[in-house]
């Protein structure tokens, strides 16, 4: 069954721990996206990509990193966890053309807290 | 100010009663506009999308858009406790990114 999956779905950590947060999809998509999630809030893209060795920094401004090296996984990076890095993560990924780019598959998300 | 704006609720209806969920934006050139439902716990997932003004109807949901107003709604008849969630509507701006609402959350009381 096509699916976008995200490890851990919870992590609680300490200050200044590098910490690396797994998405992948079956699905194919070319494009992937992070959002970060705070309650009560809007979602916020913090980065995405169109492709292999594509990415693109969102309009949130964010100390992590990616990397694209196969369709299936986008994985998220944090060098140095803060707390103010605590929040819900949500991978998605969808299709490429214009219009189906708007239907976007959204992973389960990976709570972060850092102490 | 926002580019959406949403009320964040939590909005609170007995188990049958027609729901109103809405949005208002800022951005004239908006041209896509998208509800996507969000359980506890879970992802967004899409559940309705139009294009420009007009309605549109699935089911129990319509979703309807008014540009001249800069004002989008979401109709839930017949509503059920299985409908409570949080539901969050986005927009598509000119590089097809989606800019979104913060959430209503809506509670179906049996």
């Known amino acids: 069954e096509a699916d976008i999956y995200q490890t851990p779905r919870y992590l609680v950590i300490g200050t200044g721990k590098k910490i690396t947060l797994e998405c992948s999809q079956t699905?194919?998509?070319?494009?992937m996206y992070w959002y970060q999630q705070d309650p009560g809030m809007e979602l916020h893209l913090i980065h995405y990509s169109y492709g292999v060795n594509s990415t693109e920094k969102g309009d949130l401004s964010s100390e992590s990193t990616v990397s694209r090296i196969r369709t299936e996984h986008f994985p998220l990076t944090l060098e140095s966890a803060r707390p103010s890095h605590t929040s819900q993560y949500l991978c998605?990924?969808?299709?490429?053309?214009?219009?189906?780019?708007?239907?976007?598959?959204f992973g389960p998300g990976t709570r972060l807290t850092v102490l | 100010q926002k580019e959406v704006e949403q009320d964040p609720g939590p909005l609170s209806v007995p188990e049958g009663a027609i729901v109103s969920l809405n949005c208002t934006y800022s951005n004239s050139a908006f041209q896509y506009f998208m509800w996507y439902r969000q359980y506890s716990r879970k992802g967004p997932e899409l559940l309705m999308y139009?294009?420009s003004s007009g309605n549109k109807e699935d089911g129990r949901f319509t979703a309807q858009v008014d540009k001249s107003s800069k004002y989008i709604s979401l109709f839930i008849r017949d509503s059920q406790p299985s409908d409570s969630a949080t539901y969050l509507c986005a927009m598509v701006d000119s590089n097809y990114q989606l800019i979104w609402g913060a959430g209503t959350k809506l509670i179906i009381k049996p």
């Open positions: 699905m194919g998509h070319d494009k």
């Open positions: 998605a990924s969808s299709e490429s053309q214009a219009g189906d780019s708007m239907r976007q598959f």
């Open positions: 139009t294009y």
